[in-house]
């Protein structure tokens, strides 16, 4: 049975860093792409954004204009984690954090929520003085 669990959320000042981790449990991260989505569910009406993706094949990843030069997403295989190191954190960025697997490519690019075929819960992200 698939699971993935997110951790690493909080509250934290504009200019903080935060470090996201996923943990994916029931497959192998062998070559699949495990994403980061956020959803700012104050503001209605809003799509659930891809943020990051990274193959666990070879490592390639891709970023959403917004978060380019401020998060760095990777993994440790052997852990079965994916983690997003986010730096330079605005108050844009509050949102709830989502984790998800796709096992249908481990190829990286901008891709739908309909793409992912497994999902975490979620982990809030607040960034506020």
């Known amino acids: 049975q698939v699971h993935i669990v997110e951790s690493g959320g909080g509250l934290v000042q504009p200019g903080g860093s935060l470090r996201l981790s996923c943990a994916a449990s029931g497959f192998s991260l062998d070559a699949y792409v495990i994403g980061w989505f956020r959803q700012d569910w104050q503001a209605p009406g809003k799509d659930r954004e891809e943020v990051s993706c990274i193959s666990t094949r070879d490592g390639s990843t891709y970023y959403t204009d917004s978060v380019k030069g401020r998060f760095t997403i990777s993994r440790d295989n052997a852990k079965s984690t994916v983690y997003l190191q986010m730096d330079n954190l605005k108050p844009e960025d509050t949102a709830v954090y989502y984790c998800?697997?796709?096992?249908?490519?481990?190829?990286?690019?901008?891709?739908?929520?309909?793409?992912?075929?497994?999902w975490g819960q979620g982990t809030q992200v607040t960034v506020s003085l």
């Open positions: 998800a697997a796709n096992l249908r490519t481990s190829e990286t690019g901008p891709m739908y929520t309909t793409e992912y075929d497994y």
